[in-house]
């Protein structure tokens, strides 16, 4: 059993930055997809970002202002963003499909598609 643990969330002003960490359990992580979702108070969880073998993918929101990446091995995934806004406040979560593969991009993949989780990194926004 793999485990995924975030890190990186705090408190910022708006036009801050932040940089989220996930980071799985072993050195070498199986998975064709990753993605980072955001769940605001009293909102559901969607997604904010993906990364796989067939590129990145991101919610209209924080296009050209997040960034998806990891590294070699998958260990480590990232999501750095920047310009922050109220709007991006909530409780972050990586995801990771544990390897098992489905017939569509990476970008589509539903909550049900990620085995894997994280226990979420906490993202405070102040206007």
């Known amino acids: 059993e793999v485990r995924l643990a975030e890190s990186g969330g705090g408190s910022v002003q708006a036009g801050g930055s932040l940089r989220l960490s996930c980071t799985a359990s072993r050195d070498r992580y199986n998975a064709y997809c990753m993605a980072w979702f955001r769940q605001a108070p009293g909102k559901e969880r969607d997604a904010v970002a993906f990364i796989g073998s067939d590129g990145t993918t991101y919610r209209d929101s924080v296009k050209g202002r997040f960034i998806i990446s990891q590294t070699a091995g998958k260990k480590n995934t990232y999501l750095q963003m920047n310009n922050l806004t109220t709007e991006d406040a909530g409780t972050y979560y990586c995801?990771?499909?544990?390897?098992?593969?489905?017939?569509?991009?990476?970008?589509?993949?539903?909550?049900?598609?990620?085995?894997?989780w994280g226990q979420g990194t906490q993202v405070t926004v102040s206007s």
């Open positions: 995801a990771g499909d544990g390897g098992h593969w489905y017939p569509r991009i990476c970008g589509v993949y539903g909550e049900a598609d990620f085995r894997d």
